[in-house]
């Protein structure tokens, strides 16, 4: 597997999830080593000249009015640093904490931040030999950055804290001697700069996105199976209707309905049986491509943010001076966690309405439940009820946190973000709506066990078949839970790679 460069540039999502889930390893570019070298020259030189500069020569928040002698700059960032980990809650998985750790690096590798190359360097020797901070989930405001749990990443580095090495929690002092690796001693505004950015939000955010996208493509192909099963009148995705309406989302799904219904026999026409069909099915379209427009939006957003100098005060080698801003504030990547978990959920909830489509007996020719021997056997009947559950939590998660704003630090901080909260929201709705879709998938699968699997289209033919190679069909009531959990690790790269085999690519 090939490293990862950061050079505070050019990171991508894809980036991220190679560190984050396939533990590639990350190294700093030469050019970013020299930005870093340059941006540290000057804090050096203004901490000698006595210069007052927020953060390295004085105090934080509400006590940027207190000046900081030189002498006192080290206990200042390692005061600070113990007095922000106030974090509380789970500790984030493994794969978000590396992500926030290549993040954090990233940030520093811009050149902007003015630490010392020690600290980037020191970062990406714990990423790369598997030493993972445990940061609680809960605790940032998302205003000035995510304070408190990068607090707690920054502790390991100083020694302190805790971490995961070699499978066991350790103290942050343990984690480093079993790597032969001593604790940094920090120096001027090297502990705000580790501390004061939206990595986090971001790291969560970006994850979630990824799953996100994944799962949009996915959600075309369980939706054509579920058409099929249920007789659908493939006119509504006709390329003329949808030139006229010429969102690119929608464009792209109905492309994706057509080739996927490709050479179908169960199909209908308008009027045989029916005029149109529920909107569940007729502007699958319309929905699922308006997710995937603005997860193009959420996407761009990301881009953005994963390359940005996020803390503050920022260093400016080429101007000589040091600019203090507000480019922590989380708002950006909040209105994006929002609207992802918005779109997100959108494809939980059509998905359900045909769920209920296939096992109500009331609204197809199928049988009650999809079971032959209903009474004596419940079915698919707890699956949709399982399926709607999911879909009305995910109503309550996608209420926007970014819209609620409490002040902090006696009212300094008087505008917040809550991004970290709209990210933990939309990464959970990512994973409930991956159940429904896994659930729909089986529930399609086992309404065309009463149809004719021979008169699927192509593409909707090797949906189903990978998904009766792990799953059997329901003959008799049996624990449908493992198999939820099996169908919903097939929702990604194993789906989209039969389908592509049979087709060709998906747009």
Same mark, same amino acid.
Request: some cysteine; charged content about 20%; proline content about 5%.
């Given at each position: 597997?090939?490293?990862?460069?950061?050079?505070?540039?050019?990171?991508?999502?894809?980036?991220?999830?190679?560190?984050?889930?396939?533990?590639?390893q990350?190294?700093?570019?030469?050019?970013?080593?020299?930005?870093?070298?340059?941006?540290?020259?000057?804090?050096?030189?203004?901490?000698?000249?006595?210069?007052?500069?927020?953060?390295?020569?004085?105090?934080?928040?509400?006590?940027?009015?207190?000046?900081?002698?030189?002498?006192?700059?080290?206990?200042?960032?390692?005061?600070?640093?113990?007095?922000?980990?106030?974090?509380?809650?789970?500790?984030?998985?493994?794969?978000?904490?590396?992500?926030?750790?290549?993040?954090?690096?990233?940030?520093?590798a !811009?050149?902007?931040?003015?630490?010392?190359?020690?600290?980037?360097?020191?970062?990406?020797?714990l990423?790369?030999?598997?030493?993972?901070?445990?940061?609680?989930?809960?605790?940032?405001?998302?205003?000035?950055?995510?304070?408190?749990?990068?607090?707690?990443l920054?502790?390991?580095?100083?020694?302190?804290?805790?971490?995961?090495?070699?499978?066991?929690?350790?103290?942050?002092?343990?984690?480093?001697?079993?790597?032969?690796?001593?604790?940094?001693?920090?120096?001027? !505004?090297?502990?705000?700069?580790?501390?004061?950015?939206?990595?986090?939000?971001?790291a969560?955010?970006?994850?979630?996105?990824?799953?996100?996208?994944?799962?949009?493509?996915?959600?075309?192909?369980?939706?054509?199976?579920?058409?099929?099963?249920?007789?659908?009148?493939?006119?509504?995705?006709?390329?003329?209707?949808?030139?006229?309406?010429?969102?690119?989302?929608?464009?792209?799904?109905?492309?994706?309905?057509?080739?996927?219904?490709?050479?179908?026999?169960?199909?209908? !026409?308008?009027?045989?049986? !029916?005029?149109?069909?529920?909107?569940?099915?007729?502007?699958?379209?319309?929905?699922?491509?308006?997710?995937?427009?603005?997860?193009?939006?959420?996407?761009?957003?990301?881009?953005?943010?994963?390359?940005?100098?996020?803390?503050?005060?920022?260093?400016?080698?080429?101007?000589?001076?040091?600019?203090?801003?507000?480019?922590?504030?989380?708002?950006?990547?909040?209105?994006?966690?929002?609207?992802l978990?918005?779109?997100?959920?959108?494809?939980?909830?059509?998905?359900?309405?045909?769920?209920?489509?296939l096992?109500?007996?009331?609204?197809?020719?199928?049988?009650?439940?999809?079971?032959?021997?209903?009474?004596?056997?419940?079915?698919?009947?707890?699956?949709?009820y399982?399926?709607?559950?999911?879909?009305?939590?995910?109503?309550?998660?996608?209420?926007?946190?970014?819209?609620?704003?409490?002040?902090?630090?006696?009212?300094?901080?008087?505008?917040?973000?809550?991004?970290?909260?709209?990210?933990?929201?939309?990464?959970?709705?990512?994973?409930?709506?991956?159940?429904?879709?896994?659930?729909?998938?089986?529930?399609?699968?086992?309404a065309?066990?009463?149809?004719?699997?021979?008169?699927?289209?192509?593409?909707t033919?090797?949906?189903?078949?990978?998904?009766?190679?792990?799953?059997?069909?329901?003959?008799?009531?049996?624990?449908?839970?493992?198999?939820?959990?099996?169908?919903?690790?097939?929702?990604?790269?194993?789906?989209?790679?039969?389908?592509?085999?049979?087709?060709?690519?998906?747009?």
């Open positions: 597997m090939s490293d990862v460069v950061i050079d505070g540039t050019s990171l991508t999502v894809r980036d991220v999830v190679r560190v984050a889930r396939e533990k590639a990350v190294v700093l570019s030469p050019e970013a080593l020299l930005r870093v070298r340059r941006a540290r020259d000057l804090v050096e030189r203004l901490v000698r000249d006595r210069k007052v500069v927020y953060g390295v020569t004085t105090g934080f928040g509400k006590f940027a009015e207190v000046t900081i002698s030189a002498e006192q700059a080290e206990e200042l960032q390692m005061n600070l640093l113990k007095s922000h980990a106030v974090g509380v809650g789970d500790p984030l998985p493994e794969e978000v904490t590396r992500a926030v750790m290549l993040l954090r690096a990233n940030a520093l !811009k050149g902007y931040s003015g630490v010392r190359e020690e600290v980037v360097l020191r970062l990406l020797d990423l790369n030999s598997g030493v993972h901070p445990v940061i609680p989930a809960k605790g940032s405001l998302g205003a000035s950055g995510d304070l408190a749990p990068l607090a707690h920054a502790l390991v580095l100083v020694g302190r804290g805790e971490a995961v090495c070699d499978g066991e929690l350790v103290t942050g002092a343990e984690a480093l001697r079993r790597r032969g690796l001593r604790p940094l001693q920090l120096a001027a !505004k090297e502990g705000l700069a580790l501390i004061n950015g939206t990595q986090v939000m971001t969560i955010t970006a994850l979630a996105y990824h799953d996100a996208e994944v799962l949009a493509r996915c959600s075309d192909c369980v939706a054509a199976l579920t058409g099929e099963a249920l007789r659908v009148i493939p006119e509504a995705y006709h390329r003329l209707l949808h030139e006229v309406r010429p969102h690119p989302g929608a464009q792209a799904v109905a492309s994706n309905l057509r080739q996927l219904l490709q050479g179908s026999r169960l199909v209908a !026409k308008a009027g045989d049986q !029916k005029v149109q069909d529920a909107y569940a099915l007729r502007c699958i379209p319309q929905v699922h491509g308006a997710v995937r427009d603005a997860l193009k939006h959420v996407g761009e957003i990301l881009q953005r943010e994963l390359n940005a100098a996020t803390d503050n005060p920022l260093v400016f080698p080429d101007e000589g001076v040091i600019l203090s801003g507000g480019n922590f504030h989380g708002e950006p990547v909040a209105l994006a966690a929002d609207y978990g918005m779109a997100t959920a959108e494809l939980g909830s059509i998905s359900e309405r045909r769920i209920e489509r096992v109500n007996p009331h609204l197809s020719r199928l049988p009650a439940f999809l079971t032959d021997r209903g009474g004596l056997n419940s079915g698919f009947m707890i699956a949709q399982t399926a709607a559950a999911l879909a009305s939590e995910n109503k309550v998660l996608a209420s926007p946190a970014v819209v609620d704003s409490i002040p902090a630090s006696a009212n300094q901080e008087d505008h917040v973000s809550m991004g970290a909260v709209a990210a933990r929201k939309a990464r959970e709705i990512v994973w409930n709506v991956t159940r429904i879709l896994a659930i729909e998938w089986m529930c399609a699968a086992q065309v066990e009463f149809l004719d699997p021979s008169a699927l289209g192509r593409g033919r090797a949906i189903y078949q990978l998904l009766r190679q792990h799953i059997p069909p329901l003959e008799s009531d049996r624990e449908l839970a493992p198999e939820v959990e099996k169908t919903a690790s097939l929702l990604g790269s194993s789906l989209l790679a039969a389908v592509e085999s049979a087709l060709g690519p998906l747009a």
